[in-house]
């Protein structure tokens, strides 16, 4: 029930306005159009906005573009080999060869079936609607609720590092199970952290062509810029976590309580800046915190043991970078285990954007 609200929760204002674009889209065609039924018109809108986001207006264009290309197939194979099998078949494979994402293909191939299925008129029909539900969609996602890159990019840097903090704290109890109950961990803890990396990435995309595309960004790309910056230390930070808990999958029992108790230490840091990252006091208590953490690794001894902690610094000097160390001054503080180290101010008052979602560290 707990996942469930947060799913109804978290997709509500999106799935409501689907559902006004639909209706509004069915009214204007069966207003506007000499439709007996106008279905294609509100099935296109909420295909169209049925992605995040931040990739609704490109989506719109995609479904807007399969279909005139399925039509145009689906006209010409109706008119060199009329109705049939083989008519549908070739003008599916030509509509799909037309190629670009999944979408515009699968829009294409209907397009081409119920071009050949209903004859021209159904085509033409079809592109209208097309077009119809395409420009609703448009409206909907570009002017009346344009994307927000900035508060997509924080949404997935929480998200990300809500998900890092319960990868690690699932590590830290596998390290506290027997042999026979960790057999099965590791890719447990690894496939969240896979998937919330790319979904990172996947918004990075998509916040890059937002900016290219919305009139209202081109002239405030600077600080979209800055925290895309931002996002490219998180798949550093991921790719540490991901290290660290490899390794410490494979340490025998002596070494374990150790290495448990450093990585569910940086499990809650993550966890707290997650929920809370725009505070200062929040990220200096993570930097002392993290410094904490590997002041008394060992750096000499067997060699995996050694190999798992030096995994534990490579994490905690990328936390650091994340609440705004230098680079250079975070791996100096790590290998000097010292107590502070300079923070830089978030840019462009990082992380106050109305509208972020924030996480608690281990939930909604």
Not at 101 to 118: C, D, H, L
Not at 172 to 189: K, V, Y
Request: glycine share 8%; with cysteine.
């Amino acid at each position: 029930m707990h996942e469930a609200w947060r799913r109804v929760r978290e997709n509500l204002w999106p799935v409501l306005q689907q559902a006004v674009a639909a209706a509004l889209s069915w009214w204007i065609a069966r207003n506007a159009f000499d439709h007996h039924v106008p279905l294609f018109a509100p099935i296109a809108t909420i295909v169209a906005l049925n992605t995040p986001v931040g990739g609704r207006g490109t989506n719109a264009v995609r479904v807007l573009s399969g279909v005139i290309a399925g039509v145009v197939v689906g006209q010409l194979a109706f008119r060199f080999l009329g109705h049939g099998a083989p008519s549908v078949g070739v003008a599916v494979l030509c509509a799909l060869l037309v190629g670009g994402e999944r979408i515009t293909m699968a829009q294409a191939a209907v397009g081409a079936v119920i071009s050949v299925a209903a004859g021209q008129q159904a085509g033409i029909d079809r592109v209208e609607d097309a077009l119809l539900g395409a420009g609703v969609a448009l409206v909907f996602s570009q002017l009346l609720f344009p994307p927000r890159p900035l508060v997509l990019l924080r949404n997935a840097e929480a998200a990300t590092l809500d998900g890092l903090s319960r990868a690690l704290e699932l590590t830290a109890r596998a390290l506290d199970e027997s042999d026979e109950e960790r057999d099965a961990r590791p890719w447990n803890e690894l496939r969240p952290v896979y998937a919330l990396l790319n979904d990172l990435g996947r918004t990075r995309d998509e916040t890059i062509a937002v900016v290219r595309r919305t009139p209202h960004w081109l002239g405030g790309q600077e600080s979209v810029h800055q925290e895309i910056a931002s996002t490219k230390r998180l798949d550093l930070l991921g790719n540490s976590c991901l290290t660290l808990i490899r390794g410490a999958a494979a340490l025998d029992t002596r070494h374990r309580q150790a290495i448990a108790h450093a990585v569910r230490e940086l499990s809650g840091l993550l966890g707290a800046l997650a929920a809370a990252p725009a505070g200062p006091a929040v990220r200096r208590h993570v930097s002392r915190r993290t410094l904490a953490v590997v002041k008394g690794a060992p750096v000499a001894g067997q060699a995996l043991p050694v190999a798992v902690w030096e995994s534990v610094r490579l994490v905690s000097q990328d936390v650091l970078v994340c609440v705004g160390a230098d680079p250079d001054e975070a791996e100096r503080a790590v290998r000097e285990r010292a107590t502070e180290v300079p923070l830089q101010a978030p840019p462009n008052s990082r992380w106050s954007v109305p509208g972020l979602r924030r996480r608690s560290p281990h939930g909604p």
